[in-house]
């Protein structure tokens, strides 16, 4: 084979490769993500099916007052900073690999803090390394500023309305 031909497949080989990487770096998220997460030994409640779809694209849309920071109004970077300029197909990182906790803060934990007279910061900062008071700060925290601004009741603030009732 001619030299010349050698180096453009060589070229075209590289190429190929830089394109699978590019692709394969982001990560995929499914239109309704079920939010089972391996670190728990259990769920204590129903598994949620968060419509991330719906979520990341119409009521983002329909509600622009709540979703100031795009994407960033729920992925962030490790130092907490809204990832505004997040699109589809970049790398994103499980809630979970930073609020690393499985569960709710226990409530011995939360005791001991309010008898060390813990500050609100330090109790935060504490409860926000569990997961699931990571994700309720999240997911609540918008929907009751959603409640406040509109009085509809469309997003959900009480325990059955995003845990399935039947564990599975
Ligand atoms: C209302 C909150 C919310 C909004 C807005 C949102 N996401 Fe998400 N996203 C989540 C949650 C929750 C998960 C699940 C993470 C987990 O399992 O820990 C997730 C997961 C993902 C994942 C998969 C990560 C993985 O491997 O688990 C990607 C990719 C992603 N989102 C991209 C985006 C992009 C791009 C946007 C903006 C167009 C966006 N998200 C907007 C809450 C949101
Ligand atoms: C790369 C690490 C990282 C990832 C991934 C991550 N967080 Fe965080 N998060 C942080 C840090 C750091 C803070 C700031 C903590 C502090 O102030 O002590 C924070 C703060 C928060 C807060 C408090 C916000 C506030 O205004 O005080 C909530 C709620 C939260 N995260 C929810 C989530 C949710 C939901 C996800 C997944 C969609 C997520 N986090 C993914 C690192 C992360
Ligand atoms: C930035 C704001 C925001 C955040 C963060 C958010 N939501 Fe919502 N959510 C909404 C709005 C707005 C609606 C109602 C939209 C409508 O009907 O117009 C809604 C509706 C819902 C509904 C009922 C309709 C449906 O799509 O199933 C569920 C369940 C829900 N959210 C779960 C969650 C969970 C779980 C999280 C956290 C992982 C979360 N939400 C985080 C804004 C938010
Ligand atoms: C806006 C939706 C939403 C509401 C309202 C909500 N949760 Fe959750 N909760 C979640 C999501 C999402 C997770 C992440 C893991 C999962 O799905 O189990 C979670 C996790 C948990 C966990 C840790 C996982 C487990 O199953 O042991 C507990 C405990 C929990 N929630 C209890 C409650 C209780 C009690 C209430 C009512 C006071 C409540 N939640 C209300 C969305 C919600």
Redesign the pocket.
């Known amino acids: 084979m001619k030299k010349s031909i050698l180096f453009a497949m060589a070229i075209l080989g590289v190429a190929l490769l830089f394109a699978s990487t590019a692709i394969y770096a982001g990560t995929k998220v499914p239109d309704v993500v079920k ?1 089972e997460k391996d670190a728990y030994k259990e769920h204590t409640k129903g598994i ?1 099916e ?2 991330h779809k ?2 990341a694209e119409d ?1 983002a849309k ?2 622009p007052d ?2 100031k920071d795009g994407c960033g ?2 992925h962030h970077d490790k130092d907490g900073k809204p990832l505004k300029n997040l699109k589809a197909g970049d790398d994103v990182k499980d809630c979970i690999a930073c609020h690393k906790k499985p569960g709710e803060m226990p409530r011995d934990e939360k005791k001991a803090l309010r008898a060390k007279k813990a500050s609100r910061e330090e109790v935060k900062k504490a409860e926000l390394e569990y997961h699931a008071e990571a ?1 309720h700060e ?2 609540k ?3 009751r ?2 409640k406040k601004k509109t009085k ?1 009741r ?3 603030t009480t325990c059955s ?2 845990h399935p009732t039947e564990k599975k």
Request: proline content about 4%; some cysteine; charged content about 10%.
């Open positions: 939010m949620v968060f419509t719906k979520h009521y329909k509600h709540l979703y109004a729920c994700i999240n997911c925290g918008c929907h500023e959603f509809s469309a997003a959900p309305q995003c």
